[in-house]
């Protein structure tokens, strides 16, 4: 099946730094990745759409200007936590769908990026 | 908006039967999803639906009735290492292509 590998797995960082997490589609492309967050205990909260060449479409919630969002290839997409806080504490995941056009297809998640804000 | 409903927790023996509901209302539906999820890791792919009807893959099973907004995923000869989230998952296609997920059922296998 499709590969989604993301960077890096764990990363603790003080309060006020930004941290940038790596989403690649090994095997194929992906026009669209999504960035999940998820708290303890609940489910994945979808945070934003991330477009190749074009802006990335948030959900209602999410600050763009905090959770900066780049998709300069079709095989990457990162999202930069800016000036990150202790209430960002969090399991960022990132997914993208092995089709093509159409939006079916299972969506294969990265390994996901557990963030720490001391 | 969308609503996706499913039990918070469940508990079953090992061997066992397992079925877990999920109800949601959405506009423009493109298919549901069940993935499983043990705690600290990446959600991992069991089932798509679109269509009405009972997909069976191995041991899981899932269902799809698109005119009462209703899945279930059926786990049989249950197993320790079946603990876990159990997420339902819709897709819609409208303002995007988007998967929503449910808050997710956690499962405990006893013995």
């Known amino acids: 099946g499709a590969v989604v590998s993301q960077h890096p797995s764990r990363v603790i960082c003080k309060s006020g730094t930004s941290v940038k997490i790596e989403c690649r589609s090994l095997?194929?492309?992906?026009?669209?990745m999504f960035w999940y967050r998820q708290f303890p205990k609940q489910s994945l909260m979808l945070m934003a759409t991330?477009?190749?060449?074009?802006?990335?479409?948030?959900e209602q919630g999410v600050e763009k200007d905090k959770f900066l969002i780049n998709h300069a290839s079709l095989t990457l997409s990162t999202l930069t936590v800016t000036s990150a806080h202790p209430e960002d504490s969090s399991f960022y995941i990132c997914?993208?769908?092995?089709?093509?056009?159409?939006?079916?297809?299972?969506?294969?998640f990265g390994e996901g990026s557990r963030l720490t804000v001391l | 908006g969308q609503n996706i409903d499913q039990p918070t927790e469940m508990t079953a023996t090992e061997g066992a039967i397992v079925q877990i509901n999920c109800t949601y209302q959405?506009?423009?539906?493109?298919?549901l999803f069940w993935y499983q999820q043990h705690a600290g890791e990446a959600p991992t792919f069991l089932s798509y639906?679109?269509?009405?009807g009972l997909e069976e893959k191995g041991r899981f099973s899932s269902f799809l009735s698109r005119s009462k907004g209703y899945s279930y995923l059926l786990l049989k000869e249950l197993q320790m290492k079946d603990s876990a989230s159990y997420l339902c998952?819709?897709?819609?296609?409208?303002?995007?292509?988007?998967?929503?997920f449910g808050a997710g059922t956690r499962l405990f296998v006893k013995a």
């Open positions: 991330s477009n190749e060449g074009s802006k990335a479409t948030y």
């Open positions: 639906n679109v269509l009405d």
């Open positions: 997914s993208a769908r092995s089709s093509g056009g159409g939006g079916t297809g299972e969506l294969f």
């Open positions: 998952a819709v897709s819609r296609n409208t303002g995007g292509f988007k998967t929503i």
């Open positions: 095997d194929f492309q992906a026009t669209t």
């Open positions: 959405t506009s423009g539906f493109n298919g």
